[in-house]
């Protein structure tokens, strides 16, 4: 199949979006070039030249030869403004905005439909591992019974580091910030509500069941105490943050994020630091599991690359 030339019109240019700029560097095979690249703050020092930057919008929207957006910015209802733009403007997009996503499914399967346009978020999902597009394909016929995981690295790697290193949860955090895995806004970690996103997204393609985030329970870790860190490590077991979706006897979905006591038995309790795993259980398949750095420059840059080639080849999403 040959493979369509991408002209691309970036949003955001923070840790993922040089991280995409690294990345399609060294990948030359692909037919893909930033053509511009649309920042909001005007006075703060970029890696690169400031001939690639644009502050307004409608350079890249309004300019005929891009041909794909990729919105990396972390303001949810920002993105939501310029990837609805994006599509009924006919240019296919790759987001990573989880929040964004979960909170307006509806709105942008529509728009999807009605311009006939992609939307492509593998990096909204557990950055590096490819979650979303193995439930949309590999999948596709089998039947899903649950699907459980951490997917969230800011989270994991704090409890990781106070479980093992001892140190505080603070410090944890604060080594969390500065590797670029949390959020502007730490409490959407910490609080289990991007684990919520994400598992929303996770049930639109495994179950086919899209809801809003206020009808999922999300308990973070910010309330785990020096008590349940002291009887996971008398009992030898880890604390995880756990987010999990099921099909219960009567055919219901039931979905919730919840920091959980995990043994040794169970694939969760070995996977650690930034690292993200996912468990799904289907009919034919039986049980298998995903593992992957879930957050990071790099991995999250690896998931937006792998959106871009795929929207070369005119893939979209079933649904
Ligand atoms: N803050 C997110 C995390 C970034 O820690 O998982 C990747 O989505």
């Known amino acids: 199949m040959s493979r369509k030339k991408l002209n691309i019109g970036l949003f955001g240019f923070g840790c993922v979006g040089f ?3 690294e990345v399609l560097q060294k990948t030359p095979g692909l037919k893909a070039n930033i053509k511009n690249i649309c920042v909001k703050d005007k006075n703060k020092a970029r890696e690169i030249s400031s001939d690639h930057f644009t502050f307004d919008k ?9 041909n794909v957006i990729v919105e990396l910015i972390d303001d949810a ?5 310029i990837v609805s733009t994006a599509l009924k403007s006919g240019k296919a997009v790759v987001s990573a905005n989880k929040k964004m996503i979960a909170e307006h499914f509806t709105e942008l399967l529509e728009l ?6 992609p939307l492509l978020y593998e990096a909204a999902c557990c950055a590096s591992m490819p979650i979303i597009r193995n439930l949309e394909e590999y999948y596709d016929n089998d039947l899903l019974e649950s699907i459980e ?8 790697y704090i409890l990781t580091k106070t479980f093992k290193d001892n140190i505080s949860y603070d410090e944890a955090l604060a080594e969390a910030q500065q590797k ?6 730490p409490i959407l970690d910490t ?12 049930l639109a393609h495994s179950f086919g069941f899209i809801a809003q985030p206020d009808e999922l329970f999300n308990i973070g870790i910010n309330n785990i105490g020096d008590l349940e860190l002291k009887y996971a490590r008398e009992k030898g077991l880890k604390i995880k943050l756990v987010a999990q979706a099921f099909k219960t006897k009567e055919g219901a979905i039931s979905a919730f994020v919840l920091p959980k006591f995990v043994d040794a038995e169970n694939r969760l309790f070995h996977v650690d630091d930034v690292f993200n795993g996912v468990i799904t259980k289907t009919s034919f398949a039986d049980t298998q599991f995903f593992v992957g750095k879930g957050a990071g420059a790099h991995p999250t840059a690896s998931a937006v690359l792998s959106d871009i080639s795929a929207l070369s080849y005119d893939y979209q999403y079933e649904y």
């Open 149 to 156: 995981g951490i997917v969230n690295g800011s989270t994991n």
């Open 77 to 81: 209802d920002a993105a939501f403004e």
């Open 58 to 66: 409608n350079d890249i929207f309004n300019d005929p030869e891009i």
């Open 112 to 117: 999807q439909r009605k311009y006939n346009v």
């Open 19 to 21: 991280g995409l700029y």
């Open 191 to 202: 609080g289990g509500f991007d684990a919520k996103y994400k598992l929303l997204i996770l």
């Open 180 to 185: 670029g895995f949390a959020e502007s806004n």
